[in-house]
């Protein structure tokens, strides 16, 4: 099989199935279950160029964007397949009613358009995780609520500008260091 092959409609409706199963585990915080889609869990979140590798990390990504956004949820805009992935559309929903990182809880909702890619490996197993957004959009809706005219949300102001600035980490090499397939 090469890259340019697509699977048989079997193939493809298992893998959509592991993603829908993956996407609903999510939502109801079936940690164990979501976790049992990969062999080896592997989250790449393109906009901050972090790295989620192995299950202690991607449990941590977990809690933590469960405590920034309790209700995260999603709705389902499109699923695709290619050869070796299924790329779906969604909405991503929820409520800032706790800490990002640094960025103070804003009681906020958020919606943000994103796009993931599931990709799967030669034997048909999940291999990673790759979600595309626009994190400024989300940024803008989180933080909508301080205004710089009312003294008393400046200190939230300063305490968001100050979470902000600490989400900039070094960016995960296996991000930057990219090559071109051979075959184009």
Do not use: C
């Amino acid at each position: 099989m090469t890259r340019f092959d697509i699977p048989d409609p079997d193939v493809l409706r298992a893998r959509q199935r592991l993603v829908l199963d993956h996407f609903r585990d999510e939502v109801v915080q079936k940690w164990d279950d979501v976790l049992s889609t990969f062999p080896h869990p592997h989250y790449e979140i393109i906009p901050t160029l972090t790295v989620h590798d192995g299950e202690s990390a991607v449990r941590g990504y977990y809690h933590d964007t469960r405590v920034a956004f309790p209700d995260q949820h999603h709705e389902i805009i499109e699923l695709r397949h290619s050869a070796d992935a299924v790329i779906v559309e969604f909405w991503l929903l929820g409520t800032h009613n706790g800490p990002l990182g640094r960025i103070p809880a804003t009681g906020r909702p958020f919606r943000v358009r994103m796009t993931g890619y599931f990709i799967f490996d030669e034997h048909e197993n999940l291999v990673t995780e790759r979600v595309y957004f626009d994190s400024l959009t989300m940024l803008k809706q989180l933080l909508a609520g301080i205004s710089l005219k009312r003294p008393r949300t400046w200190p939230t102001a300063i305490r968001a500008l100050r979470g902000l600035a600490s989400l900039s980490g070094e960016p995960d090499p296996r991000l930057l260091d990219t090559t071109a397939p051979a075959d184009l």
